[in-house]
């Protein structure tokens, strides 16, 4: 294990934890604490989660399914779905919301790629119809972060990474869950200095390389800011560590 998924383990295993998780959310009525729920959980508890496992313990096994229902045509738990880095638990603005974290070392793992059409545990018409039902979802949450931040341009088929990410916080918003979506760039990981990779040295580094990857897809106009889901809100904010 290395570059961001080890420095995530290594955050999430430090004394300071809480502290810094606290600092790096300050300024978005957020918060942890002791008595909230994260994954992964360690070096040998560091499986990446999916939110409809977190959602199905820690929230309940209605929206857990609903998620699913959303996201996949085929409605299979079988059916992988993004894994996050780390999801916490939170409380925002006294309302038990989300933490969720996307770690990156280096500017290679800021993914312009669209997703690709993938065989999965279903038959081949279902890998194409999931493909199809993504595609929507992400146009969904378009279109209605589109209403009142007209720039915003997610979409499967660029920049699927970070359009999926904002697609699942305006989901998770829309159903009275308020999330904060944490970009975080790990500085100096020297475990990924090799292949010439663009290691982020500094916090201006960092959010150099977010900020023109952002833009690709209208990012860029709503991060740091809350965004209007009807029944919560989410934003999108960029950290170093």
């Known amino acids: 294990m290395k570059g961001s998924q080890y420095a995530v383990i290594k955050l999430v295993e430090s004394n300071d934890f809480i502290k810094n998780i606290?600092?790096?959310?300050?300024?978005?009525?957020?918060?942890i604490s002791r008595y909230d729920n994260w994954m992964p959980k360690s070096l040998y508890n560091d499986k990446e989660a999916e939110l409809k496992n977190f959602l199905k313990y820690n929230f309940n096994l209605q929206i857990a399914n609903k998620i699913v229902e959303w996201w996949l045509y085929t409605n299979s738990w079988s059916n992988r779905t993004p894994v996050w880095d780390l999801i916490s638990t939170c409380t925002i603005n006294g309302k038990k919301g989300l933490l969720l974290v996307e770690g990156k070392a280096h500017s290679d793992e800021l993914n312009d790629k669209p997703k690709k059409k993938t065989s999965d545990s279903g038959s081949k018409e279902g890998s194409l119809k999931n493909?199809?039902?993504?595609?929507e979802a992400i146009n969904e949450a378009n279109e209605y972060i589109k209403d009142s931040h007209p720039e915003i341009n997610i979409?499967?088929?660029?920049?699927?990474?970070?359009?999926?990410?904002?697609?699942?916080?305006?989901w998770l918003a829309n159903q009275g869950v308020p999330v904060v979506l944490v970009y975080l760039g790990f500085l100096n990981c020297h475990d990924m200095d090799y292949n010439?990779?663009?290691?982020?040295?500094?916090?201006?580094?960092?959010?150099?390389?977010?900020?023109?990857?952002?833009?690709?897809?209208?990012?860029?106009?709503?991060?740091?800011?809350?965004?209007?889901?009807?029944?919560?809100?989410?934003?999108t904010i960029c950290k170093s560590f």
């Open 155 to 170: 979409s499967r088929d660029n920049c699927y990474q970070l359009s999926n990410r904002i697609a699942y916080s305006w």
């Open 131 to 135: 493909h199809e039902r993504i595609g």
């Open 22 to 31: 606290n600092k790096l959310i300050k300024g978005t009525k957020a918060e």
């Open 196 to 235: 010439r990779r663009k290691l982020f040295k500094n916090d201006a580094d960092w959010q150099t390389c977010f900020n023109e990857h952002a833009k690709k897809v209208g990012v860029d106009t709503i991060t740091n800011k809350w965004v209007d889901c009807g029944s919560s809100k989410f934003i």
